[in-house]
């Protein structure tokens, strides 16, 4: 059976109740297509498009409204994505908005599409700020891949269970949002964990750059057991390339958040094998392997013979978010009848649980976060990829809720879940 | 006492890939009075083309071929330049200066369009001649060969050029057309043949800056817009037009940069820009410039 995956689950359901229209729905999707961003934004695109093109094969949202994708470029700057979002909803009459891939964006689009009324569901600008301070009660906006503070707490925890002996740390991260927030929170982390390990070495490099030769000699100068690193995408390829030479990786361990995230395929067979290779918390095309979650198996399949390349986190997160806005029109239209309003399909949406090709996503009701367990492993070489993957018989599953801030916990700085982490986990006892 | 040696070798990499980019970039204001906004770009496309050439196209070719397949990136820029500049920017020469800064940030952007388009959004890396190299032992630590090449390319161009500009008839003409066209012109120099060859020969010192970097390092979406930043933060600091500028501010920001990420790493981005603040308070024309 051709259509098997998400598309064909929806399949057990029937025809829709009531008269549709046969109107297109359209999704206005915002990501990065120029500039360095777009090894993130154009996998994010690509997912949007698959999930449509299975949608539409079976004659579109609740088998009559195809869906229609317009794009806009991420990389016209947050002021310009802003007036973007309303030309889209006011001029091209947008149903839905989709996409973002930076942090700096949500928190300025979010507040925009909730006075527009307009539905949206980001897919990454995963910032804990956006639930937390720039739209704390939501109304009209979901996120659907995990917030961002998971990903620090994630490489950190895997650093405490593979190497507890660690005490000299040193630390290279981009220069922004999301390298700040990852170093919080892995400094959290493991002041709960390893509560005998220090900080020896800091490095700061701007995002998006290509050399790091000083990053690495003054990380090689103060000698630690451990780096910790979220560079990603072609700052990491630079980074080890450039680390290797200098034999880095045989003089200290290796921890990273996303250094297998962006782009699978971006990393050669010389990058070094057991570094704990990060993808965002989120999601890694070869888990879970083999057929044992067949959504992922086809997923993958398919995203391969459509664009012939692997997905990454960003397109498993926009497929997703497209099914579990076709699954809330199918779920309110066999409650109503009829094509259900925004209203409805956001009551199906608050507290959905539905299976993506990278597990299950909870979307909370009370902040319309996604929630789905976080994973990290180590880079391994196998016969079947030209490039490392995750070791299949290493990787490291974290059930979300124990790293992420629960509901009624009170907002708190820097992250809701900092304070949380600060406050209720105990410190490991060291001998 | 060895990770100091380091530091300056890291220094040095960084000053010989900037001074290719803004030495380009100033030689074609000395010349042609255009602040070149589509410089940046050039110093990218040279580090795709390399890429693809060395990484991709001729992938299994020999070391030997490989290192000779370096400078393609360069000639590819140099032939971008050399068809740019009479097509889209001489009919501009006459306009005000906003013009041309319209035109070259257009086509700076048109290029940033047409790598995607041709190379995609993903990183693109052509580090065998790298790797092949391997490293020094410097101390306790190891340092890579190939950055030591980088290094050495970078202050031979700079020789070759000062030779070039100081020593050779074609200097003398171009220096005369730079001090004035008129003049120039009036005695019988060809100026439209000057300015193409000062744009083509800065192009292509911007794609060689790319072309040898990019074994070491890495060819992305957007690398070219940083690097025409940090060029004019280098003529910002040099003075625009002047190559010992160039050479100057060059130095001045590998070395500062250097140090900062080593003892304030926070103030790696902050500080570059503080040092060109300064410069334009005490001397606005730059260290080497020219008031006029």
């Known amino acids: ?226 780096l910790v690193t979220s560079l990603w995408g072609g700052d990491y390829v630079a980074f080890y390339k450039q680390a290797l030479q200098h034999g880095l990786f045989s003089k200290m361990k290796v921890a990273t958040t996303l250094a297998l995230g962006a782009a699978p395929h971006s990393i050669g067979k010389d990058h070094p094998e057991g570094v704990l290779s990060g993808v965002h918390a989120n999601y890694h095309f070869s888990y879970p392997a083999g057929n044992r979650w067949p959504l992922n198996k086809t997923f993958v399949e398919k995203y391969k013979a459509k664009f012939n390349e692997y997905p990454n986190f960003q397109a498993e997160g926009a497929y997703t978010a497209t099914h579990a806005l076709r699954t809330a029109v199918e779920k309110a239209n066999k409650l109503m009848g009829g094509w259900p309003d925004d209203d409805a399909i956001i009551s199906q949406l608050e507290g959905m649980m539905i299976p993506g090709p990278g597990g299950y996503v909870y979307i909370r009701p009370d902040n319309h976060q996604g929630y789905k367990d976080a994973i990290t492993g180590f880079s391994k070489n196998v016969p079947d990829y030209p490039f490392p993957i995750l070791d299949p018989t290493r990787i490291i599953t974290i059930p979300i809720r124990n790293i992420t801030a629960p509901p009624g916990w009170p907002k708190g700085e820097p992250t809701s879940t900092y304070t949380w982490i600060d406050q209720t986990w105990p410190t490991v006892k060291t001998a | 006492m060895d990770i100091l040696v380091i530091h300056l070798f890291n220094a040095l990499l960084y000053t010989s890939v900037l001074f290719l980019i803004a030495g380009g970039l100033s030689l074609i204001y000395g010349v042609m009075r255009i602040v070149n906004l589509a410089h940046g770009n050039l110093f990218a496309l040279g580090a795709f083309v390399t890429a693809s050439a060395v990484g991709q196209w001729f992938a299994g070719s020999t070391s030997a071929a490989l290192y000779l397949l370096i400078p393609t990136g360069a000639f590819a820029a140099a032939a971008v330049g050399a068809a740019l500049e009479p097509t889209l920017l001489r009919p501009f020469y006459r306009r005000p200066e906003e013009y041309q800064l319209l035109v070259t940030f257009g086509i700076l952007m048109i290029l940033e369009d047409v790598m995607r388009f041709i190379w995609g959004p993903y990183p693109l890396t052509a580090t065998t001649l790298f790797e092949q190299m391997g490293s020094i032992k410097v101390g306790e630590f190891i340092y890579p060969r190939y950055n030591l090449l980088v290094i050495t390319i970078g202050a031979l161009a700079a020789v070759f050029l000062w030779a070039f500009i100081y020593k050779t008839r074609f200097g003398v003409v171009l220096r005369a057309t730079s001090q004035d066209m008129r003049r120039a012109s009036a005695l019988g120099v060809n100026v439209n043949l000057v300015y193409i060859q000062a744009f083509t020969i800065g192009c292509f010192m911007a794609g060689l800056g790319g072309a040898i970097i990019v074994p070491g390092q890495s060819a992305v979406l957007g690398m070219g817009v940083d690097a025409l930043v940090l060029s004019f933060i280098v003529v910002v600091i040099g003075g625009l037009g002047s190559l010992d500028g160039a050479m100057v501010g060059a130095l001045i920001v590998g070395l500062l940069r250097e140090f900062a990420i080593s003892t304030f790493p926070e103030l790696e981005l902050a500080v570059l820009y503080l040092i060109a603040a300064i410069v334009l308070l005490v001397r606005p024309a730059g260290l080497f410039g020219r008031t006029t």
């Open chain 1, 1 to 226: 059976m051709a259509g098997v995956g998400m598309a064909s689950m929806a399949h057990a359901q029937e025809k829709a109740k009531g008269t549709i229209p046969d109107k297109p729905f359209k999704i206005g999707h915002m990501t990065f297509f120029t500039g360095a961003g777009a090894v993130l934004g154009e996998p994010m695109y690509k997912g949007n498009v698959l999930a449509a093109d299975e949608i539409n094969a079976q004659g579109g949202l609740l088998g009559k409204r195809k869906i229609e994708i317009l794009k806009a470029d991420e990389a016209a700057g947050t002021d310009a994505n802003t007036k973007e979002m309303r030309r889209l909803k006011l001029s091209e009459k947008i149903d839905m908005f989709m996409g973002i891939t930076s942090s700096g964006n949500t928190p300025a689009l979010g507040p925009v599409a909730e006075e527009l009324k307009l539905l949206t569901i980001f897919v990454d600008g995963c910032t804990d700020f956006l639930f937390d301070k720039a739209v704390p009660n939501p109304r009209y906006i979901f996120r659907i891949t995990n917030i961002q503070s998971a990903d620090g707490s994630t490489c950190a925890l895997g650093v405490a269970m593979t190497w507890p002996d660690v005490t000299k740390v040193a630390h290279i991260h981009p220069d922004y949002s999301y390298g700040r927030n990852c170093f919080d929170h892995f400094s959290i982390v493991t002041k709960k964990m390893l509560p005998h390990a220090q900080n020896v070495s800091e490095a700061w490099p701007k995002l998006f750059s290509t050399d790091f030769t000083p990053h690495i000699t003054k990380t090689l100068a103060a000698k630690p057991d451990l």
